[in-house]
């Protein structure tokens, strides 16, 4: 099933911070970090994606995994916080097709900080999170 990303979601690091553009913005879930290469990235999506595949979410509801440990591409470990946040719409079967889908878009608007998607379904996320 192809869902529409409704709006443009947002990134863990800050575009219009007004004195300091590009700061990481730190979050309830933690401290912000970056995966430095497209491939750290894809390492930590795969791993999240793989755990993901299968699950079905019910609406109303979110599902998230914790991945820890690892390598950020520059030397360094950091966390990986994966979490599907569904509306009240009705439950979602995530795949791992669809989740690496959410995974590059995100990845594509925000870099290896990560960041999250708006859905018509819900809001799907993906994070370096600070060890």
């Avoid at 219009?16 to 390492?43: L, N, Q």
């Avoid at 791993?47 to 440990?69: E, F, P």
């Avoid at 791992?96 to 960041?115: A, L, Q, R, V």
Wanted: with cysteine; proline share 2%.
């Amino acid at each position: 099933m192809h869902h529409q990303y409704n709006k443009p979601g947002s990134c863990r690091i800050t575009k219009v911070y007004r004195h300091f553009p590009g700061t990481p913005a730190d979050d309830s879930i933690g401290k912000s970090c970056s995966f430095y290469t497209r491939e750290t990235w894809d390492a930590a999506a795969i791993d999240h994606c793989t755990r993901m595949s299968g699950t079905a979410v019910t609406g109303g509801t979110s599902q998230s995994i914790r991945i820890d440990h690892v390598d950020d591409g520059a030397g360094g470990y950091q966390n990986f916080w994966g979490n599907w946040r569904i509306g009240r719409k009705g439950d979602y079967l995530v795949t791992f097709d669809n989740c690496k889908g959410f995974m590059d878009k995100i990845y594509g608007k925000c870099g290896g900080y990560g960041g999250w998607s708006n859905t018509d379904f819900g809001t799907i996320f993906g994070e370096c999170i600070r060890i």
